[in-house]
């Protein structure tokens, strides 16, 4: 028989059942409840879902949602909202008076950093959000000097000091010779050990090393050369600089490289101005660079004889990369070479014809961009590197020929690139009169030759930087900016690493040799005209340039 007491908690039991149920039906009803996301703001900047939105201040940022109606406050889920980049639980929230709107601030944001943040759909706040929210936002550049502003020609000095440690201290040790990019190992590129030969010497000029520990490294070097693959004194792109055997540029690029012989020798014949007048043991150094320069047989890269020299020949090969090297681009140090060797010397026809097609399109250009005249090269001049290669010894101040006024092309083309970054036609991120400068480099997953006709997004330090003679008041802007405002992400042990593109906010980490040496080399043009000055004085050279008819 149940007892009383029994009756008694059953219907106890039976009506807390019935109470939780309705208060279960009464959740069901608010949480049914469909509400909507009117409108977004961050920093009273009106987004959009699913876009992106640039230049938020990354040191104060607030972001609003507005809701159709007003919500429960005390039911809001956090776990329902996700930020990008570590900032999930490093947020503050605070809902309006009535309840229908809800501001994020979020803790302490990086500068030029992609964030996301998601307002996750499902139950929340009391409501059922049918529709999430989703936006990513770039926080604004940190303008604040990285490093202490310091006078003009010190940070001139600065720049080339550690730029020049990439061809000392990171010089292969077997060969003294460059490696080709940072982590290329055994991998020596000839062309840039020509651009860093250069840039030792401004290292004796300015004190950064002394003149024996730049003797050292260049006796180093020529004795290496001297049992290296050549391939009819032509040497190749790259050497195992252990070795001194050839290393492949490409699959039939196994051979002789006509150009980056041409870059290597114009180093070489600018250590033996120096020396010339030295010791007995600088004499000698001299001597073997001598016997390098004689050795290149310039004419055998006419291909049996055509008026125009061509850029590789291997003995596995032959001619198949069939590549003539014609202008204009960055080769112009090949031809003047090649007239002024004193073994196998190429004629007059042969620039001409081959170099400069006679003025045919692209040698020739005239036309004019942002009220610019370009003599010479492609539409919009190209990649810069064409104003740099040759000229880190050629003197263009004052050089001339039946084809162009040499520094009035070099001007045109830098101008022409600077004026391209600052007018960003394709609106990149970042782009302005302080961050320019496009020319072949690394880029995000790969490496390629920029230009305003291949835009890619990529700026490269040593494109603006290089063009110092040029353009100084420009250049100098853009190292200004490139090392106090970007050196937190941009300067390394190396100088400036190869690129960054501000658009995709990737930064390279690498350094690469013909990036580096340039620097050094164009930024001591424009303080002194040091090697300049010191490769013309080559009689050979002078010699050369008269053959061609050159004016200088």
Not at 74 to 80: M, S
Not at 250 to 273: I, W
Not at 325 to 352: C, F, M, Q, R
Request: charge should be neutral.
């Amino acid at each position: 028989m149940i007892s009383c007491i029994h009756i008694y908690f059953m219907k106890a039991a039976c009506i807390l059942l019935i109470l939780l149920l309705l208060e279960s039906c009464k959740d069901d009803k608010t949480t049914s409840r469909d509400i909507l996301i009117d409108s977004v703001l961050i920093n009273g900047i009106s987004v959009e879902n699913g876009t992106t939105v640039d230049e938020i201040d990354f040191s104060n940022v607030s972001i609003r949602f507005i809701f159709s109606s007003p919500v429960d406050t005390l039911k809001f889920n956090r776990n329902k909202v996700f930020f990008s980049q570590g900032v999930d639980t490093l947020y503050i929230t605070r809902f309006s008076t009535g309840s229908d709107e809800l501001t994020i601030v979020p803790g302490k944001l990086k500068s030029l950093t992609l964030y996301r943040l998601t307002l996750d759909v499902g139950p929340n706040a009391g409501a059922i959000f049918r529709k999430g929210f989703a936006f990513n936002f770039v926080t604004s550049l940190d303008t604040t000097p990285k490093f202490q502003v310091i006078p003009e020609d010190s940070l001139l000095s600065v720049v080339q000091k550690n730029t020049l440690a990439y061809f000392t201290d990171y010089a292969h040790p077997v060969s003294g010779m460059a490696r080709e990019r940072s982590g290329s190992n055994d991998v020596v590129t000839t062309g840039g050990t020509g651009f860093g030969l250069m840039a030792i010497l401004v290292g004796i000029k300015r004190g950064f090393i002394t003149k024996q520990q730049a003797f050292d490294q260049f006796k180093k070097v020529t004795t290496f050369l001297r049992s290296a693959d050549t391939f009819h004194g032509a040497f190749p792109h790259w050497l195992n600089g252990r070795t001194g055997r050839v290393q492949p540029f490409s699959l039939k690029d196994n051979g002789g490289d006509l150009v980056e012989t041409a870059f290597l020798m114009q180093g070489l014949l600018a250590v033996r101005e120096y020396f010339r007048n030295g010791s007995e043991a600088e004499k000698a150094l001299c001597d073997s660079i001598t016997i390098l320069w004689k050795n290149v047989d310039w004419n055998w890269y006419r291909n049996n004889g055509q008026d125009k020299l061509f850029w590789h020949w291997s003995p596995t090969y032959n001619w198949e990369m069939n590549m003539p090297v014609s202008g204009w681009n960055e080769a112009l140090i090949v031809y003047i070479l090649a007239a002024a060797s004193p073994t196998h010397p190429i004629t007059k026809e042969v620039y001409d014809n081959g170099w400069a097609r006679n003025g045919a399109y692209p040698m020739k250009n005239g036309k004019s961009f942002y009220n610019i005249r370009l003599p010479l090269g492609e539409d919009y001049g190209g990649p810069l590197f064409f104003a740099h290669y040759s000229f880190l010894g050629l003197d263009p101040r004052h050089l001339a020929d039946q084809y162009a006024n040499y520094n009035e092309q070099n001007v045109a083309h830098s101008l022409i690139n600077y004026s391209y970054c600052a007018d960003n036609p394709k609106k990149r991120r970042g782009y302005s009169s302080s961050c320019w400068g496009l020319t072949a480099s690394d880029i995000p997953g790969g490496y390629s030759a920029s230009s305003p006709l291949n835009d890619l997004g990529v700026i490269a330090p040593t494109a603006a930087l290089s063009s110092m003679p040029y353009t100084p008041e420009e250049s100098l802007r853009a190292l200004n900016f490139f090392y106090y405002v970007l050196g937190d992400r941009l300067w390394g042990n190396y100088g400036f690493k190869d690129a960054f593109s501000l658009t995709s906010l990737w930064f390279a980490d690498s350094y690469i040799a013909i990036d580096q040496g340039p620097i050094i080399c164009m930024i001591e043009n424009y303080r002194s005209g040091f090697l300049w000055n010191l490769f013309m004085g080559s009689e050979e050279i002078k010699s050369g340039l008269t053959k061609l008819g050159f004016t200088f």
